[in-house]
């Protein structure tokens, strides 16, 4: 009779769990696949032919193996929800935030520019320098809320709201402060822009938010193309 | 031949209904299975046991090694109070999932 555990624990060598865990795990399928072996031999079968199907129950070892490891450790830490949004949408609104604080910080100096007005000399930085850049960037986080998304097999509606989730507070600041601001123009001593406000909301809501999405889509369609690209090599 | 994604929704129902029979340890509960369903429900251990251990983290049953009458140790899994609690509104779900599916037929079959 062959030593079952031995052929488990080479099998399952890669798993990357505590000692007595992972003896555990080995002596469990152990016990399974000798079950399986006898059972057969009862049923008339050969010995070499019962080897082989007993091992066969495993299929793909590197699958089981990761399988295991994934059920043993990771739901511990986080459930679905968590890795599929909360975690890749939070990670994609402080990546944003703090790009756009950093580009601030240590991005180029501009001089700053002088504006002649009728209440005298006022100075402004150009915003493009702080905003482009960080414009510019926002693709590359988008394509990483996709992917960690995606990748923990988030659904369409999970990975979509990864990607957009920075723009969001911004959204519903906007939401909420133009209705306002119609309601309340009249009552208040310094009347807003309504041009300024939509400036605002294209250059805070639609332009960082279609940056997003671009990366974020283009992440997806890379990784969904990947992925049907294994299961072909795998059937 | 049931396909693999109703499989994969039907195998934790599957699994806490045969332990709602009594404690079983892996083998014995995808013999029962498979046996109760005519083959229809067949578990490879890449199934089986990864959804045992996350059934087991979700505190819906419990494993505990014991020794056979042959000295043979193995891992018996029993179901909690939390997965007795689980079992009653899964069992609701697909019975609902099924009775829709019946009425469809009927609907196509009219």
Known sequence: MPDWQKLVRQRLSGLALDAPDKEEVHAELAVHLEETYETLLREGMLEPDAIHRALSLANDWQNLQRRIQIAKTKENIMNDRVKQFWFPSLLTLLLTMGLLMLIQLFGPNPAIIGLHDRNGWSLILPVSVVYLPWLLALPLIGALGAFLSYRSGGSQRAVFSSILFPVLPYLVFFLIGLPMIIILNHHIAHNIMFSALFVGFFGWVLAPGAALLAGGQLAKIFLSRRLDSRRIASN | ?110
């Open chain 2, 1 to 110: 031949m049931i396909g693999a994604g109703i499989k994969r929704g039907t195998a934790e129902l599957a699994v806490l209904s045969i332990l709602e029979e009594g404690p079983l340890h892996g083998y014995e509960m995808a013999r029962r299975i498979e046996e109760q369903t005519k083959g229809a429900l067949r578990f490879t251990l890449a199934a089986l046991y990864p959804m045992l251990y996350r059934m087991e983290q979700r505190g819906w049953i419990r494993g505990n090694w014991e020794t056979s009458g042959n000295g043979r140790r193995r891992r018996c899994y029993r179901l909690t109070p939390a997965g007795k609690k689980k079992l009653s509104p899964l069992r609701k779900e697909w019975a609902e999932l099924f009775s829709a599916l019946r009425q469809l037929g009927k609907v196509a079959n009219a």
